[in-house]
């Protein structure tokens, strides 16, 4: 995808990182931010806008009373996404684009357009199901389900002339221990990339924003580093009883054994709801076998163990 236009606004050095991997081919996946008031929303919106038009002028589009749909739009709530990015998109997008509220599209020269909306319902995602899309754009994707993403992620497969797009998804985050987390800060997928970007990296923020953001959560010290420095580790708390750092640094302890190693069984019980039962059998630290299931009662689960322990541990 090459980019030609002149796009007379300031970003920052990390906006502008953001920028140049939208546009880069071998990048699909690009999450940006990592703490408060960094500029997501805008990034996003000005780069969805400048996607718009680079496919009107390739393609030589003409009005047309229906408009391809090049993507999605949104955040986790509706509600929210209508409160915050979408004003960002009516503040720095020129007028060459009207909404149409009711079917909650965003329209260019009549040309393209795009879906918006929230991820809040299975029945505002199970709308794309036939969807064709060429880009995504999810700000503060780490309140979404990663179920969700993934369909509206199905999507790209949408052709113009015959001729596929670049497909591209954009998330804008907070820290937060999620699938985010995973695949982009931890991950090593060439494909996909993550662009941290501070607050204090954003010239464009008024003098007092960082005093004020100090003050508003000075009782959470953990949200200040997430907010402030981007740390993705700080905000597992009280309610995470094992910490994902914890896990990572077990992964690289060694132990030896003398003789023949310990055979165990781990077993996180569910019963009915959305969790489910886990159960693992080791041979020291290393796992041999799995069993996960849901929607059973504890009876069940407990004739799953004596049945598997008799298997591998015969008296």
Sequence with gaps: MSEDKIIRVKL?????????????????????GGAMGGGKSYIGCLLLDRFANWVIEKFNLQPTKYPINLGFMGRYRAVDFNDTTLETWKRITPEHYYIRSQDKEIVIEDKVKYAFGGMDSQEAVSKFSSAEFAVVFIDQAEECDRDKIAV????????????????????????????????????????????????????????????????????????????????????????????????????????????????????????????????????????????????????????????????????
């Design 12 to 32: 920052t050095l990390k906006q502008t990182q953001c920028w140049d991997a939208f546009w880069d081919d071998t990048i699909t996946q690009i999450l940006f």
């Design 152 to 315: 509206l992620m199905s999507r790209f497969r949408l052709k113009i002339n015959d001729e596929p797009l670049p497909y591209k998804a954009l998330f804008t985050a907070n820290p937060k221990n999620c699938f985010l987390k995973d695949e982009f800060v931890l991950g090593n997928d060439p494909k996909k990339i993550y662009i941290p970007a501070l607050p204090a990296e954003n010239p464009y923020l008024p003098d007092t924003y960082m005093a004020s953001l100090k003050d508003a959560f000075k009782h959470r010290p953990e949200l200040l580093l997430a907010y402030l420095e981007g740390s993705w580790d700080s905000l597992e708390g009280a309610d995470i009883i094992i910490r994902d750092i914890w896990v990572r640094e077990a992964s690289s302890v060694v132990i030896s054994y003398v003789g023949r190693p310990k055979k165990v069984f781990g077993c996180d019980i569910a019963r009915y709801g959305d969790d489910r039962t886990v159960i693992y059998y080791l041979e020291g630290t290393d796992i041999k076998d799995e069993l996960i299931f849901g929607q059973k009662d504890t009876m069940y689960t407990a004739g799953k163990i004596h049945i598997w322990a008799r298997r591998r541990i015969p008296t």
